[in-house]
């Protein structure tokens, strides 16, 4: 079992993609398989949609998109759904990488209170 599974920065991802083809889907299974980021991935060819799961803590959604286009493979935008899903996926990922990076302040210390 992963220990993405059970993250709190664990981010699921469904996006619908363009470029997808028989020479290009096993080479994005073999970068999101060799990632240790990535927890699970599921790509339908017909459709051109993926889903996977990934620490978002570890790795910005951009760096995939970026990877992703390198191989001509690149996020289907051209509906007002898929754009939404898309912004979606990217606002949540900068709010998980945000809040693994945030610290704290300590909530455990006595109000300053001056007597006068």
């Not at 991802?13 to 060799?34: A, Q, R």
């Not at 051109?48 to 790795?59: E, M, R």
């Not at 990488?97 to 302040?105: F, Q, S, T, V, W």
Request: net charge positive; proline share 3%.
């Amino acid at each position: 079992m992963s220990a993405i599974k059970h993250s709190a920065y664990r981010h699921k991802v469904t996006l619908k993609l363009s470029g997808l083809n028989n020479s290009t889907i096993p080479l994005v299974e073999l970068y999101f398989t060799d990632t240790t980021a990535v927890d699970l991935i599921k790509l339908n060819a017909k459709s051109g949609i993926i889903v996977f799961h990934y620490d978002a803590s570890l790795l910005a959604l951009e760096e995939i998109i970026n990877l992703l286009s390198e191989l001509d493979v690149k996020p289907n935008i051209d509906s007002l759904w898929w754009r939404w899903k898309y912004r979606v996926a990217q606002q949540v990922s900068e709010n998980i990488r945000a809040n693994a990076r945030h610290k704290p302040h300590c909530c455990a210390k006595a109000p300053n209170v001056h007597h006068r």
